[in-house]
T-cell receptor, first 117, second 114 residues
């Protein structure tokens, strides 16, 4: 009963390096999300995918790209890492946001702690 | 744009005392409201959600929250705090129609004093 799995759990990068954060869910959810969490800021949405084949920008998309590889997997890529992207990244998923299902909660992974030097 | 305000970034209570964590939202239409809990080095876990079926919502671990439209509030309470309740709590709101996005408050860290 894994739920949402994120890899890696920890990573240290140098400024300018690239990296892809992986996320997979086994709950057959349609929607997936990437957030970043910074002290005192709560969670901020980076990108989301309402369904397989679609992606949309969230509140803080600059410096990131995403790929919805299939229904299970949603990856987040940093093309040229900057110190301002040091954060904890969370992936989440939720069931279809159709009529009557808009109250479906999001299920979160345990996060990837990323430090950029 | 809707927003969520959590009053108090840090709340301390004694073990056995009442827990009250405050959340106010701004929205022209009552939204869907959620409370999540985050234990150290873990992801967020759903505590409870308001979806208009009832204004008093019961969640896991003895927590409950009351939706008050007149006050645009959704405060989280627990009658008697346990040491295991020490964590960070987030209130979140989703607009009712056609939105996939959750807007989170900045969080309230709860400390429980033995």
């Amino acid at each position: 009963n894994a739920g949402v799995t994120q890899t890696p759990k920890f990573q240290v990068l140098k400024t300018g390096q690239s990296m892809t954060l992986q996320c997979a869910q086994d709950m057959n959810h349609n929607s997936m999300y990437w957030y970043r969490q910074d002290p005192g800021m709560g969670l901020r949405l980076i990108y989301y995918s309402a369904s397989e084949g679609t992606t949309d920008k969230g509140e803080v998309p600059n410096g990131y790209n995403v790929s919805r590889l299939n229904k299970r997997e949603f990856s987040l890529r940093l093309e040229s890492a900057a110190p301002s992207q040091t954060s904890v990244y969370f992936c989440a998923s939720s069931d279809k946001q159709g009529q009557g299902l808009s109250n479906q909660p999001q299920h979160f992974g345990d996060g990837t702690r990323l430090s950029i030097l | 744009a809707q927003s969520v305000t959590q009053l108090g970034s840090h709340v301390s209570v004694s073990e056995g005392a009442l827990v009250l964590l405050r959340c106010n939202y701004s929205s022209s239409v009552p939204p869907y409201l959620f409370w999540y809990v985050q234990y150290p080095n873990q992801g967020l876990q759903l505590l409870l959600k308001y979806t208009s079926a009832a204004t008093l919502v019961k969640g896991i671990n003895g927590f409950e929250a009351e939706f008050k439209k007149s006050e645009t509030s959704f405060h989280l309470t627990k009658p008697s705090a346990h040491m295991s309740d020490a964590a960070e709590y987030f209130c979140a709101v989703r607009r009712r129609a056609g939105s996939y996005q959750l807007t989170f408050g900045k969080g309230t860290k709860l400390s429980v004093i033995p």
